[in-house]
Each structure stands twice: as C-alpha cells, then as structure tokens.
C-alpha cells in the first residue's frame, strides 16, 4: 500500500540526509509537514542507538528484528505516521524499511529483513542519496564519532544491496506509484534542495 504525503530519504551514513531535512524544516511551508527518524526516539530506537553504537552486542539478526519492531510503533503507534497523516499533515523521514533492506541485508542476508519489512506501507516519494561511501565517509569522519556500521567495507556492500533493492521496487507490482527520486549526493547542497521541493512541493498536501 501506498500512503499519500508520505515522504522518505534514504541513503548510506554521510549522504546528507539530515543536512537537507533540516533546510526542509525550516522552510515557512513545512507546517503542513510532520518531520521524524528512524532509529525513532522511543525506548525501542533508543535501545537501538546503544546497540548501533557498540555497547550492546547482539546477533545481526536480533538487529533486524529490532528495527522492525521500532517501525510498527512509529507507523501504528499512537503518534505515528498513519496518525498524523489522518489529521491532514505530511510526513517526513529519514530511513524507513529500505535502510533495514540495505544494511540488516548486508548484516544477515536478504531474506529475514525482506520478510520482517513487506508489509510496511510505502511512501509516495522515495528519495534516495547516492554517494561514493569514501566520499561519505569523509564527511562522517570529520564528524568524530563513528557507529557499527560507518566503515568501507560496510558501507560499499550497503550502497550495492540500496541500489538492487531500488531496481527491485521499480519492478514491484505493489510499489507501482511510488516515486522513486535519486539524487546525486555530490551536488551542492543548495543544488539538492531544489530538486527536493521541486518533488515535494507536487505532494497533494500542497495542491488541494
Ligand atoms: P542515521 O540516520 O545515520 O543516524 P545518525 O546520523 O544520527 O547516526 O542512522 C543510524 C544508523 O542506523 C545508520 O548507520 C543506519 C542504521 N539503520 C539500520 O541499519 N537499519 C535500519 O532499519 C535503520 C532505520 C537504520
């Protein structure tokens, strides 16, 4: 299923996701639009942050069913997506189901974070952030701290298994209407921005 006004940005870490999510915000017409993440801050992300940064230890596959079970409460929870676009806002996240496809399909195979994520509903736009991982490890880097996940090999394998999951949904018959944006995460970031509101600003929330 689809959801109208259902927005998601993906990427690996250091694409820029976050940078341009926070230009949306700040944009006048971003008061039609309910903004959150994954990891959420519930107890179930925030479990999820200690594991993502190395205190807890856990089988790759407890992982996968970890964020899993933060996306059913931030999608069906009580301040979740589906409420929030019933009471006419617009939806905005950054990671969804594919970061579970792309990284726990790195970390434990293809199969269980593919059983454990079909039946989430899909966004209407989807934009991915392409970025070279040596390139966006630089950017993390700059940063200081580094989780599980932020290294080389991790990170190349990831942008391959987010590219085949994308070819994947092109030919799905249940994500027919899905928009799939990709962007070139080396652009400027004012570059970006436009590409971006050019998308969002045809959402129907902005044409009613
Ligand atoms: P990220 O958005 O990069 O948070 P921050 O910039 O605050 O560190 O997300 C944290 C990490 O979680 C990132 O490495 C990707 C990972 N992740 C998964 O492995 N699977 C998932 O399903 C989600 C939502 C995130």
Not at 47 to 58: C, E, I
Not at 116 to 139: H, V
């Amino acid at each position: 299923m689809i959801l109208d006004n259902f927005v998601v940005f993906e990427g690996i870490d250091g694409a820029g996701t976050s940078t341009q999510l926070k230009i949306l915000k700040e944009r006048p017409e971003s008061t039609k639009i309910d903004f959150s993440a994954e990891p959420t801050d519930c107890e179930t992300g925030r479990f999820l942050r200690s594991v993502l940064g190395g205190k807890v230890d856990l089988d790759p596959k407890t992982t996968a069913y970890l964020f899993a079970a933060d996306r059913a409460e931030h999608v069906y929870g009580k301040n979740g997506i589906e409420k929030s676009l019933q009471n006419g806002k617009a939806v905005i996240i950054d990671r969804y189901v594919f970061s579970s496809l792309a990284y726990q399909g790195v970390s434990c195979g293809k199969e269980l974070p593919r059983m454990l994520n079909k039946d989430f509903p899909l966004p209407q736009i989807l934009f991915f952030f392409d970025i070279d991982p040596e390139k966006s490890l630089a950017r993390i880097q700059s940063r200081g701290v580094t989780e599980i996940y932020e290294n080389s090999e991790y990170l190349t394998n990831t942008r391959k298994q987010y590219l085949d999951v994308i070819e994947e949904y092109k030919n799905m018959p249940s994500a027919q209407g899905m928009n799939i944006v990709i962007i070139d995460a080396t652009k400027s970031v004012e570059e970006i921005s436009k590409i971006i509101w050019s998308h969002i600003s045809k959402l129907p929330i902005y044409n009613s």
